[in-house]
């Protein structure tokens, strides 16, 4: 089997996933992204881009597709929610000549391929946004030809159904108490801008989610690159006896592994949850080996694919350490139920964030958690979804 052709697509701004990103507010934030809403970001220090992500957020953001065809008439498919015409761009005039006339089961060297090739200007973002839309719908390819489900190419079930953690909306808490989730995480609305006061609302707002949730589920904290040490510590001083899991990425990625160790042993109880915002394995490597997190959250999506998340749980998995995937996807859940150091995964909500639904309109069967788990049927080939064509944009270079 050789592979053929490569079909790129932008995504139509009514689906549910792309308009989160043009909106510029995270699909997860489940709050019908209303104008107003305050999440804490690296921007906030600036007045004028601190209220909404669109005023500063570009393209880079926006989601993509890719088909990849072969003689065999067989073909794999991704949607990636990052990476948009960027890394179209990089696919078509870059990593297509790695992969017409190649044997798809090559998945190892395809990706090795990408990699070197754009070390001169590569090693994270837009790049490796491309790179994971080559290599998960590699994976869809050849579990396909296969006729097996994509976790059982990885190496089979470690888990029957996945329990989920939901990202929420703060004023939704209720919601989603009592529906089956282990717990649940929010986006901080106020960061080390703030300061004293802002750490004050943030405890409220932590106490409030405790009172709403009662004792038995977990809260994380998403602090998006938006607080400090100062603003850190202060915080989880005041918080401790609301029982909060993690805080996630508190401090701003790509410099911050000894500050982020130091951080470590300075929370408590807190754990610290890290990564949604790395790119490349090497990074990663960083993190783990300095015991720079609790927590270890590669964004398949952003950081290359199955085939870089894999080595970084292979990395992470000497020190016991979970491998917790950041967002909600078909390619997150197949790649967690075939790894043994991922007890659970993140579902998103979207909307109006009380209700269950997938992150993209443009994939079709994208499973739901029922009960707050997630089940993968076994008798679907592949990431066993497609593509919704009526939201696809064809690519023109």
């Known amino acids: 089997m050789k592979i053929t052709g490569i079909k790129l697509y932008t995504i139509s701004s009514g689906d549910t996933g792309a308009r989160g990103a043009s909106m510029g507010e995270s699909q997860y934030w489940g709050g019908g992204w209303q104008a107003q809403t305050l999440i804490a970001n690296p921007m906030s220090v600036y007045p004028e881009y601190s209220k909404v992500r669109s005023s500063w957020m570009g393209p880079g953001q926006d989601p993509f597709a890719i088909e990849i065809e072969t003689d065999k008439g067989i073909t794999g498919q991704c949607v990636n929610y990052g990476g948009g015409a960027f890394a179209c761009a990089v696919i078509e005039n870059h990593f297509k000549r790695f992969l017409i006339g190649q044997d798809p089961f090559n998945i190892e060297m395809i990706w090795d391929q990408m990699n070197r090739s754009t070390l001169p200007y590569g090693l994270g973002g837009i790049t490796n946004m491309a790179m994971a839309g080559v290599d998960l719908a590699l994976y869809d390819l050849v ?87 100062e603003f850190t510590t202060r915080l989880a001083q005041r918080v401790q006896d609301y029982d909060v899991k993690w805080f996630e990425d ?50 398949i999506q952003w950081a290359g694919g199955i085939t870089a998340v894999r080595r970084i749980a292979a990395m992470a998995k000497p020190y016991d350490m979970q491998v917790i995937p950041h967002g909600a996807s078909v390619y997150n859940y197949h790649f967690v139920m075939s790894n043994t150091n991922s007890a659970y995964a993140e579902f998103l909500t979207t909307g109006e964030g009380k209700e269950l639904h997938p992150i993209f309109d443009t994939i079709i069967g994208e499973p739901l958690p029922v009960n707050g788990h997630i089940t993968l049927d076994e008798t679907k080939p592949g990431f066993g979804v497609e593509l919704n064509r009526e939201k696809l944009i064809p690519y023109n270079d």
């Open 250 to 299: 508190p401090l701003q990625n790509g410099w911050a592994t000894k500050q982020n160790a130091y951080l470590r042993d300075q929370l408590g109880a807190i754990q610290l949850a890290t990564g949604n915002l790395e790119y490349h394995y090497k990074a990663f490597h960083d993190i783990i080996s300095n015991g720079a997190t609790d927590i270890i959250q590669p964004e």
């Open 143 to 229: 579990s396909k030809y296969l006729n097996i489900p994509v976790y059982k190419f990885l190496g089979g079930k470690t888990k029957n159904s996945i329990p989920c953690y939901a990202t929420i909306h703060p004023d939704n808490a209720s919601y989603w108490k009592n529906r089956g989730f282990m717990g649940v995480k929010i986006a901080a609305p106020w960061g080390a801008e703030s300061g004293l006061d802002g750490v004050k609302k943030m405890e409220k707002l932590i106490a409030n989610l405790r009172s709403d949730l009662g004792d038995n589920m977990e809260i994380m904290i998403d602090c998006y690159l938006s607080w400090d040490i």
